[in-house]
């Protein structure tokens, strides 16, 4: 189906442990952003791509990784998970015209 | 620190009134956008103004933008229950990062 996607929807890891969300669009889409959604903070971007190999850091980059080897696809990856990393993550990419941006329904990610 | 700050934070109405709720931004930007996010889903796009348009409507929505005062505000008109949800402002600014705000929260009462 046309969209995209993020998987898992949920996941609970340890401390210290190495996570990666996963993003995928099938629009072509240039542009794919990660955010990270808290109680009181409202959306935060983590990292941004103008295309595949091409990223750049936004607001909250610390403790994150990303890569995007293909226009589709864009992980994000938590090198040593901690528990200030307990959030919802959500992808989104930048459409065309009229400059609107599309969400996925969002990881819930839980770190013990 | 955040771009957008939105006004209030919760907002309770009986259905058939109107919403309205603010948003106030810190630098120069190229449009915002306002989007809804119904619990537990991701956001949708509802409405975006340039920098350079006051007014804009779609719908039951009508989004005005100040920019000489950074503020916005988004009116939802003859509101219904299923209008429940988070809304959220997000500026575009140079370089195509958008800064979203902490949201208000909705709550239509049938």
Redesign the interface.
Known sequence: DAGITQSPRYKITETGRQVTLMCHQTWSHSYMFWYRQDLGHGLRLIYYSAAADITDKGEVPDGYVVSRSKTENFPLTLESATRSQTSVYFCATFGGRGYEQYFGPGTRLTVT | S?Q?EEDPQALSIQEGENATMNCSYKTSIN?L?W?RQNS??????LI?IRSNEREKHSGRLRVTLDTSKKSSSLLITASRAADTASY?C?T?TTG????????TSLTVIP
């Not at chain 2, 537990?40 to 796009?45: C, D, E, I, W």
């Open positions: 955040q957008g449009n956008q989007y537990g889903r991701g956001l949708v796009h975006l959220f997000a575009d195509n990062q958008f800064y979203f705000g902490t949201g």
